[in-house]
């Protein structure tokens, strides 16, 4: 994945996390362990984790791939938090850091993927955010292609539990932001 895909799709959901208000935070997600404000501390939280990964440092925060920080980071300015976020990890992500092996609790693993899962991650979750609180959930065609291209190669049956449903049938004729969604566990 690269940066300008990663910057897309931290752009697609910072559009639905500005219309995200503190009365949408009880509402249940398609994620289902997790509520509104759970799934943007889980957001903020990869966001975190894939800044300190791909700048090979400790993410600021305690949190796991799939799990939510250990600590409430949405505050009372969701979209501030994100924002830095945003800004801590397209830092990270610049340079060579996309073209560089990292050191990573699971091992070493190129840039690329790392990029990748974390912008799969920002742009479905940003979906999840959408469709919780009533908001349009179509992306742009082309990134979620390209997204869905990504998570067909580094999304497998074996890697995909916990956290990640089996994925669903969909026509191949569907929208792109329908197969994505789909591929990963979630009616469109």
Not at 68 to 73: E, H, T
Request: proline content about 7%.
């Amino acid at each position: 994945m690269d940066l300008t895909t990663m910057r897309r799709a931290c752009t697609s959901t910072e559009r639905v996390v500005e219309r995200v208000t503190p009365d949408h935070y009880g509402l249940p997600t398609p994620c289902s362990d997790w509520d509104v404000r759970a799934l943007l501390n889980h957001v903020l939280g990869s966001l975190s984790l894939g800044e300190g990964l791909l700048g090979d440092a400790p993410p600021s925060v305690r949190v796991g791939p799939g799990e939510l920080p250990d600590v409430d980071l949405v505050g009372d300015d969701a979209l501030k938090a994100y924002r830095a976020g945003v800004d801590g990890l397209l830092a990270a992500a610049g340079g060579d850091a996309l073209a560089r092996v990292h050191q990573t609790p699971l091992g070493d693993m190129p840039g690329t993927l790392l990029g990748g899962f974390a912008t799969l991650d920002i742009l479905v979750h940003g979906w999840d955010l959408a469709k919780a609180t009533g908001q349009a959930t179509t992306l742009e065609t082309d990134l979620a292609e390209q997204v869905l291209a990504f998570a067909q190669r580094a999304v497998t049956d074996e890697t995909r539990a916990p956290r990640i449903g089996p994925a669903l049938p969909t026509a191949a004729e569907a929208p792109a932001t329908d197969r994505l969604v789909a591929y990963l566990g979630r009616t469109p």
